[in-house]
């Protein structure tokens, strides 16, 4: 998995381009910068998802610029550069660097660290803000620890959109399962199980409750929901 939009801060400007076009044959929208101060001096230097930084730049310094990107941003950052020495790597990955490729350093490796630092920060990011469904305990956590506790149809219907991830759950699928369950007869209505499982939800938590009615075709759970 890679970044949408990267950061490219290295004064080495035919190796910043050559890098910059590997990247962005890889589908990524590169800004590359051979000073420190031009990234700053952008109108928005705080938006890109991922940052590739050299130590020894004109302008703020690397390990400096490092501090600067992690007051404001959690989005990745790699340090690309040929200082070698335990107590330089120490000092960066104080300051917050996620990974240290020390030159010479292929496109293909920074590629593949940029890779697997942006594929942990999302993983992480994910499970952050994600639902949680406990379906031995019947319970459904929100992203803010709030619990709700969940009948036998609402855990069923929890357990299709968990193994739907973020598919549309179809109507027809539903009803199907709904046929072997009391629900059927008492409700004898697809709406009114999918309401009373919003509402169970919305008494519970304050959080907004992602669950969508895709018209004449089925739901939808749009967050990320797994199970705990």
């Given at each position: 998995?890679?970044?949408?939009?990267?950061?490219l801060v290295d004064d080495d400007t035919e190796y910043c381009e050559f890098l910059a076009?590997?990247?962005?044959?890889?589908?990524?929208?590169?800004?590359?910068?051979?000073?420190?101060?031009?990234?700053?001096?952008?109108?928005?230097?705080?938006?890109?998802?991922?940052?590739?930084?050299?130590?020894?730049?004109?302008?703020?310094?690397?390990?400096?610029?490092?501090?600067?990107?992690?007051?404001?941003?959690?989005?990745?950052?790699?340090?690309?550069?040929?200082?070698?020495?335990?107590?330089?790597?120490?000092?960066?990955?104080?300051?917050?660097?996620?990974?240290?490729?020390t030159k010479p350093v292929s496109f293909e490796q920074v590629e593949l660290a940029v890779?697997?630092?942006?594929?942990?920060?999302?993983?992480?990011?994910?499970?952050?803000?994600?639902w949680k469904l406990d379906s031995r305990r019947s319970l459904l956590t929100a992203p803010?620890?709030?619990?709700?506790?969940?009948?036998?149809?609402?855990?069923?219907?929890?357990?299709?959109?968990?193994?739907?991830?973020?598919?549309?759950?179809?109507?027809?699928?539903?009803?199907?399962?709904?046929?072997?369950?009391?629900?059927?007869?008492?409700?004898?209505?697809?709406?009114?199980?999918?309401?009373?499982?919003?509402?169970?939800?919305?008494?519970?938590?304050?959080?907004?409750?992602?669950?969508?009615?895709?018209?004449?075709?089925?739901?939808?759970?749009?967050?990320?929901?797994?199970?705990?």
């Amino acid at each position: 998995m890679l970044p949408a939009t990267l950061a490219l801060v290295d004064d080495d400007t035919e190796y910043c381009e050559f890098l910059a076009q590997h990247l962005r044959s890889q589908g990524v929208e590169v800004a590359a910068y051979s000073d420190s101060s031009d990234l700053l001096a952008d109108d928005a230097p705080y938006r890109f998802d991922f940052y590739v930084l050299d130590l020894m730049l004109p302008g703020v310094a690397g390990t400096e610029l490092l501090r600067i990107i992690r007051k404001r941003s959690q989005a990745g950052v790699l340090i690309v550069s040929g200082r070698l020495g335990p107590e330089v790597f120490a000092e960066v990955i104080n300051a917050g660097a996620d990974m240290y490729l020390t030159k010479p350093v292929s496109f293909e490796q920074v590629e593949l660290a940029v890779r697997a630092v942006h594929r942990r920060i999302m993983t992480t990011a994910r499970t952050a803000t994600a639902w949680k469904l406990d379906s031995r305990r019947s319970l459904l956590t929100a992203p803010d620890g709030q619990s709700v506790e969940l009948g036998a149809t609402d855990l069923m219907l929890m357990e299709c959109f968990l193994q739907a991830q973020g598919e549309t759950v179809s109507r027809d699928h539903i009803r199907s399962l709904l046929t072997h369950t009391s629900a059927a007869e008492s409700d004898n209505n697809l709406h009114a199980t999918i309401y009373r499982l919003r509402r169970r939800i919305e008494k519970a938590t304050p959080v907004a409750v992602p669950l969508q009615s895709q018209q004449k075709v089925g739901y939808q759970f749009r967050a990320p929901l797994i199970a705990a």
